[in-house]
Nanobody, 127 residues
Framework: QVQLVESGGGLVQAGGSLRLSCAASGRTLSGYAMGWFRQALEKEREFVAAISRSGGNTYYADSVKGRFTIARDNAKNTAYLQMNSLKPEDTAVYYC????????????????????WGQGTQVTVSS
């Protein structure tokens, strides 16, 4: 079983940037596809970005395409979400998630495709 801990959230002005990190323990991340999701107050949890085990395949929600970049460093057992040009509507709790898969290029935009979740980190973008 893998444990995930997010960090890097905070308060930023619109147009600013943040980089979220997701540190894994218990298992090596190289066996997992990774995803980032977010949940705003009183809204459903929604997909943000995903990256395959190999890092060679990425997938983004339309709302963040061109502004956010997902990455991973399997040697450091960490996944990242670089968020640029932030907007007030990006305000949410951000969660990283892991999907144990044998398929190197698999990514998933569905929350039901992930078995393990972190506790989340708050991102607040002021206007």
């Amino acid at each position: 079983q893998v444990q995930l801990v997010e960090s890097g959230g905070g308060l930023v002005q619109a147009g600013g940037s943040l980089r979220l990190s997701c540190a894994a323990s218990g298992r090596t991340l190289s066996g997992y596809a990774m995803g980032w999701f977010r949940q705003a107050l009183e809204k459903e949890r929604e997909f943000v970005a995903a990256i395959s085990r190999s890092g060679g395949n990425t997938y983004y929600a339309d709302s963040v395409k061109g502004r956010f970049t997902i990455a991973r460093d399997n040697a450091k057992n960490t996944a990242y979400l670089q968020m640029n040009s932030l907007k007030p509507e990006d305000t949410a709790v951000y969660y990283c998630a892991a999907d144990r898969t044998t398929i190197p290029d698999r990514t998933s935009g569905s929350r039901y495709g992930y078995e393990y979740w972190g506790q989340g980190t708050q991102v607040t973008v002021s206007s």
